[in-house]
């Protein structure tokens, strides 16, 4: 496979591209090699929604540079992106690509790794921990729950709203629903939700800043979405999660994050 090499020698001849997943955001949930990769490189092109911890763990003799695109803020278009990323392949460099989340996951990596497959680049691609996960995990709930959710569908809620075919299948989903991106769209959400036969009174949660300390959610059901819409409470990312799994934080069942310090569902502190 072109995009397997061997990153054990300091320097190649040829450029080489570690697509590395960065997580949800926190640098501790950065994997092992991600991280192993990134304090080798020679230029890291990184995202937003990173926190700035992962600043302290570029190397100082690295050439860094910020990429981020948030909803309509581009700092840089993905067709300069796919032009740096070459431009330093070809002078032989190490480059780390630093996307959050998992890279797979609605983070255009199959663009510029067709880039990179056209000139010839070679190219790893690192898994990470996804905000899908991750929120769920903060949210102290499964996506999967036997006899009640044994599907998992993941949306794009930038463009969702705007075509149908994403919604093909909708119709009594026996599962949970995960919509990224959508946080600013929850009224319009709720309605197609429910237009497309999801009840009613299913429950929504909107999970915001996944993985951080900073992290908080806001549960409700698509008919009152639907009218009230969910408001945020920070700036940050947010996630929404729809389905009977989500029942138990709408019941109170669960505690409030705002009274776990750092892991927001164990109940008793970590020694």
């Known amino acids: 496979m072109q995009g397997i090499a061997d990153m054990s020698s300091n320097k190649t001849e040829q450029g080489f ?84 989340g998992d890279a797979s996951i609605f983070g255009r990596l199959s663009e510029e790794i067709q880039t990179l497959e056209t000139n010839g680049i070679p190219f790893e691609v690192i898994p990470g921990v996804s905000s899908v996960t991750t929120g769920a995990s903060d949210l102290g709930i499964s996506l999967t729950v036997r006899g009640l959710s044994r599907q998992i569908i993941i949306l794009d809620g930038h463009t969702i709203l705007e075509e149908e075919r994403s919604w093909m299948g909708m119709e009594n989903f026996p599962g949970t629903i995960v919509i990224l991106m959508g946080s600013q769209k929850t009224k319009e959400l709720a309605e197609r939700l429910i237009r497309k036969g999801v009840s009613p009174s299913t429950p929504i949660a909107l999970l915001e800043n996944a993985g951080s300390t900073r992290a908080t959610y806001t549960v409700s059901t698509l008919d009152k979405t639907q009218k009230e819409g969910l408001e945020k409470k920070t700036k940050g990312p947010g996630i929404l999660y729809v389905g009977e799994v989500v029942r138990p934080l709408l019941l109170g069942e669960k505690k409030q994050l705002e009274s776990i310090s750092f892991f927001p569902f164990i109940s008793e502190p970590m020694e």
């Not at 991280?35 to 080798?40: D, G």
């Open 17 to 100: 591209v570690s697509f590395v997943s960065g997580g949800p955001g926190p640098v501790d949930l950065l994997t092992l090699r991600g991280k192993s990769r990134i304090e080798s490189a020679d230029v890291i092109l990184y995202d937003a929604l990173l926190d700035p911890s992962f600043l302290e763990i570029f190397p100082e003799s690295s050439q860094i540079l910020y990429v981020g695109k948030r909803a309509k803020e581009h700092y840089r278009t993905q067709d300069e992106i796919n032009s740096l990323l070459v431009h330093y392949a070809n002078q032989g460099k190490r480059v780390v690509r630093l996307k959050g």
